[in-house]
């Protein structure tokens, strides 16, 4: 019985901070790291330029992997904090997160209270719209001079 009565309460522990990695239908959140101070006391610094998220499959389970651009500081303490850059996830859920990958997403690091509440939050992809892909394309820039016709018929 008391086994049972663990698993139902909750542990009122502290604030966490979770992975959001999201579309405009849907979102996944895995939870990085567990927190023992208030949200206040910590100073998450985020690198832009090379944020990389990439889902390894394993056997049993599946792994989410991030590039080293997260640092984690307690203020109160001036102690730098190591964050893991990989977690566990389900099997199932590899190919959902691989299809939020391939599309247009956001990549967004949360604090949440130990009461569920999102208290902060950090960008490290913010969403970008096709609109503001203006320097991006698929292939080479298009010319303005048309290419003279090549003479492939005569040798």
């Not at 663990?6 to 966490?16: D, E, F, I, Q, V």
């Not at 651009?69 to 566990?88: G, I, S, Y």
């Not at 960008?123 to 003279?148: E, M, Q, Y």
Request: hydrophobic content about 40%; overall charge positive.
């Amino acid at each position: 019985m008391y086994i049972l009565y663990r698993k139902c309460k909750s542990n009122a522990t502290g604030p966490h901070l979770y992975l959001e990695i999201g579309t405009k239908e849907t979102a996944y959140r895995v939870k990085i790291a567990e927190l023992r101070y208030a949200v206040s006391n910590y100073k998450l610094t985020v690198n832009q330029n090379v944020v990389q998220v990439t889902v390894v499959q394993k056997y049993l389970y599946a792994l989410l992997r991030w590039s080293d651009v997260l640092t984690l500081q307690n203020k109160l303490l001036a102690l730098p904090l190591d964050l893991p850059l990989e977690v566990k996830i389900p099997p199932w859920r590899c190919y959902t997160i691989q299809a939020l990958l391939a599309t247009n997403h956001y990549i967004a690091i949360q604090f949440v209270s130990a009461s569920g509440k999102i208290t902060d939050v950090a960008v490290p992809k913010p969403w970008r719209s096709d609109a503001d892909r203006v320097g991006c394309s698929a292939g080479p820039p298009a010319r303005s001079d048309p290419l003279p016709a090549s003479s492939a018929g005569k040798r």
